[in-house]
């Protein structure tokens, strides 16, 4: 059991959104550590003759190949050609399998009574166990439980793919196990997982409560529950369903979502004492890469590089191909003066992986190297992975706000920030709306959501230097040498850029005292 605490929930607390500072839940199919590092499932047909989503469908991956194309124009690099054709190949071979499988005669498939087993999707050949999948469900089409389990498996090969093409696919993996029976839980509990992954939080919410009013023990259900309410800004709420989920089905996914609940109000001593409770009782590789990568997060967060860089090390020892790990890694690197080892790093994510947190983090490492041409053709590909993104139904508007306020149109940083205030009032969409409205100009009303932001005790640098800087705009400056301060100090190497600019404002602010 996650240890319990005895404070009373914060009135009017605000949620927070897991932005760059943590992966997605630890969990795979049914429950288990969530896949990395695999490759995906050879594309299936969907019986109209296309590869998904109709005439509709294309147009959209075609707008969206269109933007990356647009993107290597403005490119000097190979590099930058390479990330494109990823994301150019996911868009146009991305659309998966609901009818009949294209044989291959590579792949190894297993007996039916193993292929609708979750357990083998949670193994780590999640391509093997996708492929068995489609070739029992050829055979066995009326089999509820197996859709559900497949319509599972396209959610984590998205995640760990970071391939939005995936979630139509498992969309329709879960209508037809639904269909087949309406009342399955392990559906339900997978449409509250997707909704999620897609930023629908208030869907999230709804299907997972669905699924534990058949299940109350669904651990799937239990976790995405408070996610949910987390992402809706709804702490208390959050706390109470982190405790449910503990009571109910006490393990490792519960563990680190407890653990991030009690993170988000501050109370960062409990959250690594149940990280490491839970890293002393993993025994699989998975759930050991996945709890070490969260504990390094942790750590850096606290600005503990080296410690960060140790539970880095153990995760990779794990999983050598774990991207969070792998990222974190080299942004732990990157605080701690190997820029040389981040930017390597990086640039050996992104290739195999362009998805919007490492291309801005790459970015900022070329930028405050001087080299700013490299710098904006990473910028430039968020834009083409947001556009595929929202061609597969992810709302992606706090990505576009944040990336785009420092490196993109300030314009739409700040029409993005507003739509996701407008839909969840978190902490980090407070943040975000606050620095979208700085940068377009309008310090005054930016200052009461960077405050909001920084209200709950959750101990994040770029919230306190992006309050800093607006103090300072809006004539607050002992205030906002406060914040600046307090930025540093708790992490020193939080951004490449945000930091030494932070710095910066910090030695203006104390010349004109």
Known sequence: MAPRTND??????????????????PMGVQGAKALGG?????????????????????????????????AARRSRALHLTGCATLLAVALT?????????????????????????????????????????QAHLRDQPRDFTGWATLGLAY??????????????????????????????????????????????FEDALEYADQALKVNPYSERALCTRTDALVELGRYADAAKAARTADDRRPGIPVFTRYAYVQ??????????????????????????????????????????????LTHYSRALAADENYVPALEGRARAQAANG???????GLRDVVSRYPLPGPLVELGELYEAAGDKAQADDQY????????L??????????????????????????????????????VHTADALAWALHVNGKDEEALPYAREATATGYRNAAFLYHRGIIERATGHAEDAREHLRAALKLNPGFSPLGARQARTALKDLEAAK
């Open 93 to 133: 071979t991305g659309s998966i399998a609901l009818g009949a499988a294209r044989d291959d005669n590579n792949a190894s498939v297993a007996p039916a009574s193993a292929a609708v087993s979750p357990a083998l999707l949670a193994t780590g050949d999640l391509e093997t166990g996708i492929t068995s999948l």
């Open 389 to 426: 993104a929202r061609a597969n139904g992810v709302n992606a508007d706090l990505d576009t706000a944040l990336a785009a306020a420092d490196h993109g149109d300030k314009a739409s940083a700040l029409r993005a920030a507003r739509a996701e205030w407008d839909r969840r009032r978190t």
């Open 38 to 70: 695999v490759e995906g499932a050879q594309p299936l047909q969907d019986g109209t003759g296309r590869g998904g989503g109709g005439e509709k469908g294309r147009e959209q991956r075609i707008a969206a190949v269109r933007r990356v194309a647009a």
């Open 155 to 200: 959610v984590e090969q998205a995640r760990t793919k970071g391939d939005p093409s995936r979630y139509p696919q498992a969309a329709r993996a879960f209508d037809r196990s639904l269909a087949l029976n309406p009342a399955n839980d392990q559906a339900l509990a997978g449409r509250a997982a997707l909704a999620a992954a897609r930023h629908d």
């Open 338 to 344: 190997d820029r040389a080892a981040a930017t390597q």
């Open 263 to 308: 993170e988000l109000r501050g109370d960062v001593r409990t959250a690594e004492r149940v990280l490491k409770q839970a890293l002393s009782s993993a025994t699989t590789p998975g759930d050991i890469t996945y709890v070490a990568t969260q504990l390094g997060q942790l750590a850096w967060n606290q600005g503990d590089y080296d410690t960060a």
């Open 380 to 387: 430039a590909l968020v834009d083409a992975w947001t556009a």
């Open 8 to 25: 009373s929930e914060p009135e009017n607390s605000q949620p927070v959104r897991r932005l760059r500072t943590r992966p997605e839940g």
